[in-house]
């Protein structure tokens, strides 16, 4: 296959470029974090202050990470070679000339909880689900200001749907809070928190992303709990309940 063009300095454009060359290779690469926010919820263009975007972050499916590897290197990425050996299974690191990174996740999404893509990654085109990356952003339990700009975007340009309707997946959402508690405490914090900084603003998208992370947050109350949600839940806030993400450069 031929060499493909110079890396581009605007990242959403470069994901579209590396998205469009994997699919020319038969890969499956789906992008997940702020940068499958700005693909998918044009919104975030609106916000104030404008949203910046450091890394470009991706997620693909085991067994396809040598061809991955040479995609970006062909792409003009650098590998991070001893970081790929080591953590390959779950995780690849790549920089382009400028030292932008960018990471792919390999099946999974592992931060402060462990959010696993299954056959759920070719769902939806360019980014994985919209549900999952709700779920993605929601997990953070130190959640950045750029964080809840994206969130604002996802509730205010999408609908809340069940699993046959053309928005954020709820069922997804609570099929994955109402068996797992750690998740579900997670989850509610944060959608309470942005509940309320959002009714408290004055524009029309923060108040039609309140009502969707209001109505989001009653469906994950109401929903009924598996019975390791209800034995974990014995124990609350005692013991923590998420994981500390490490920082890799």
Same mark, same amino acid.
């Given at each position: 296959?031929?060499?493909?063009? *110079?890396?581009?300095?605007?990242?959403?454009?470069?994901?579209?470029?590396?998205?469009?060359?994997?699919?020319?290779?038969?890969?499956?690469?789906?992008? %997940?974090?702020?940068?499958?926010?700005?693909?998918? +919820?044009?919104?975030?263009? #609106?916000?104030?202050?404008?949203?910046? /975007?450091?890394?470009?972050?991706? +997620?693909?499916?085991?067994? *396809?990470?040598?061809?991955? !590897?040479?995609?970006?290197?062909?792409?003009? /990425?650098?590998?991070?070679?001893?970081?790929? @050996?080591?953590?390959? *299974?779950?995780?690849?690191?790549?920089?382009?000339?400028?030292?932008?990174?960018?990471?792919?996740?390999?099946?999974?999404?592992?931060?402060?909880?462990?959010?696993?893509?299954?056959?759920?990654?070719?769902?939806?085109?360019?980014?994985?689900?919209?549900?999952?990356?709700?779920?993605?952003?929601?997990?953070?339990?130190?959640?950045?200001?750029?964080?809840? #700009? &994206?969130?604002?975007?996802?509730?205010?340009?999408?609908?809340? %749907?069940?699993?046959?309707?053309?928005?954020?997946?709820?069922?997804?959402?609570?099929?994955?809070?109402?068996?797992?508690? !750690?998740?579900?405490?997670?989850?509610? &914090?944060?959608?309470?928190?942005?509940?309320? $900084?959002?009714?408290?603003?004055? *524009?029309?998208?923060?108040?039609?992303?309140?009502?969707?992370?209001? !109505?989001?947050? #009653?469906?994950?109350?109401? +929903?009924?709990? !598996?019975?390791?949600? $209800?034995?974990?839940?014995?124990?609350? +806030?005692? @013991?923590?309940? /998420?994981?500390?993400?490490?920082?890799?450069?």
């Amino acid at each position: 296959m031929t060499a493909v063009s *110079s890396v581009l300095q605007d990242p959403v454009e470069e994901s579209r470029r590396i998205l469009a060359a994997a699919e020319e290779r038969g890969l499956l690469l789906r992008a %997940v974090g702020g940068i499958a926010v700005a693909l998918r +919820a044009p919104s975030v263009r #609106q916000l104030d202050p404008p949203r910046t /975007y450091h890394d470009i972050d991706f +997620a693909t499916r085991g067994g *396809s990470t040598p061809a991955v !590897s040479d995609a970006f290197v062909a792409l003009g /990425y650098r590998a991070s070679e001893r970081f790929n @050996k080591l953590n390959g *299974s779950e995780r690849l690191l790549f920089h382009d000339p400028g030292g932008r990174r960018i990471d792919v996740f390999v099946d999974r999404l592992r931060m402060c909880h462990t959010l696993e893509f299954g056959d759920r990654l070719g769902q939806e085109p360019l980014t994985v689900t919209l549900a999952d990356l709700a779920l993605s952003k929601l997990q953070i339990v130190e959640m950045t200001a750029r964080d809840g #700009q &994206d969130l604002l975007a996802l509730f205010a340009d999408h609908p809340l %749907v069940d699993a046959r309707g053309d928005g954020i997946d709820t069922e997804r959402i609570v099929a994955v809070c109402s068996t797992d508690w !750690s998740w579900w405490r997670t989850v509610t &914090d944060n959608l309470r928190t942005l509940r309320d $900084r959002w009714t408290a603003g004055q *524009s029309a998208l923060e108040r039609l992303a309140a009502q969707r992370a209001i !109505s989001l947050d #009653q469906l994950l109350d109401e +929903a009924p709990k !598996s019975l390791a949600w $209800r034995m974990r839940a014995r124990l609350g +806030a005692h @013991k923590r309940w /998420y994981d500390l993400p490490e920082e890799v450069r």
